[in-house]
């Protein structure tokens, strides 16, 4: 029976790998350009080599609509907007399988040259771990505005109701409102002033204000002005103030959970110091009795 040595599987498979990616590398120079010339393509580290990755999907029939992505699809309508969701799903599975087929030869080959299977599987294991880098970054970004957003509602509606009652109508006092900061809701409130000048009917605005924040207490809110806009906005600025007491009721359940889940995070490396502090002492100890 033939032994076939590790470092040889590993430089075959590697050779192979790489060999894939120099034929993507080569026949899709050129292709993609109308996505990797875009702004948010450029953000991105060594986006000239993401056609590799676009290359791999049109093999595999990915579909950026699938289940598959759903998540991300979520998590990048936060971040970046319904109407641009395809085009930011379809450019980071493009990163990312870039990023992965790109360190899977060259693991494989360092694993092999050093005769190292270990040094191969911290590379192929950073190769799958790329699949997902994206995605976590996302993630985080979507739930920082999520909080960002949780955390400015109340006042904003607060101040909303306190325009409505001097006689100023929603859609003015939503402007004026939107003008007095740059921070997440401020911004999305602002593009939803600029689709109502561009004609979009204000139910429909005030949907699509509520399906880019992607937030539970976002759409509670918006469902009261909705409501409250068939029929006239009569009775609006009373709604508003019942609805601004309930969202400082939720800010601050969100502020004591995130003080409890910091007090958690905390309780780690207080414990690692207390048991070190323990070890300098009972060390020392045992070492004079011995």
């Not at 109701?161 to 004026?176: C, E, I, K, P, Q």
């Not at 997440?184 to 009917?201: C, F, Q, V």
């Not at 910091?262 to 009972?282: G, H, S, T």
């Amino acid at each position: 029976m033939i032994n076939i040595d590790a470092s040889v599987i590993m430089a075959v498979t590697g050779t192979a790998a790489a060999v894939f990616w120099m034929w993507l590398f080569i026949t899709g120079k050129g292709k993609y350009k109308d996505v990797l010339n875009t702004k948010a393509a450029l953000n991105l580290k060594f986006c000239e080599i993401f056609y590799i990755g676009f290359l791999i999907m049109k093999m595999l029939h990915t579909d950026v609509r699938s289940r598959r992505y759903a998540v991300q699809r979520k998590n990048i309508i936060i971040v970046y907007g319904p109407e641009y969701a395809d085009f930011y799903t379809y450019l980071f599975a493009g990163a990312q399988i870039t990023y992965a087929a790109t360190i899977f030869p060259i693991a494989l080959l360092t694993g092999a040259a050093a005769d190292s299977i270990l040094l191969a599987f911290l590379g192929i294991t950073a190769s799958v771990l790329m699949l997902f880098y994206i995605d976590a970054e996302i993630k985080k970004r979507a739930n920082e505005k999520n909080d960002e957003i949780l955390c400015e509602l109340p006042d904003m509606v607060v101040r909303l109701s306190l325009l409505l009652n001097t006689g100023m109508v929603l859609r003015d006092a939503w402007t004026l409102i939107s003008q007095s900061s740059d921070s997440a809701l401020y911004r999305e409130m602002r593009k939803t002033s600029e689709d109502i000048r561009n004609g979009i009917p204000e139910g429909e605005s005030f949907e699509l204000f509520a399906d880019r924040c992607r937030n539970k207490e976002i759409r509670k809110f918006v469902s009261a002005l909705l409501q409250n806009i068939k029929k006239g906005s009569a009775g609006l600025s009373e709604i508003l103030q019942f609805t601004a007491a309930e969202q400082w009721e939720e800010k601050k359940n969100y502020v004591r959970k995130k003080a409890s889940a910091a007090e958690q995070k905390l309780l780690v490396p207080m414990l690692m110091i207390f048991a070190a502090i323990i070890m300098m002492i009972i060390v020392p100890v045992f070492a004079n009795m011995f």
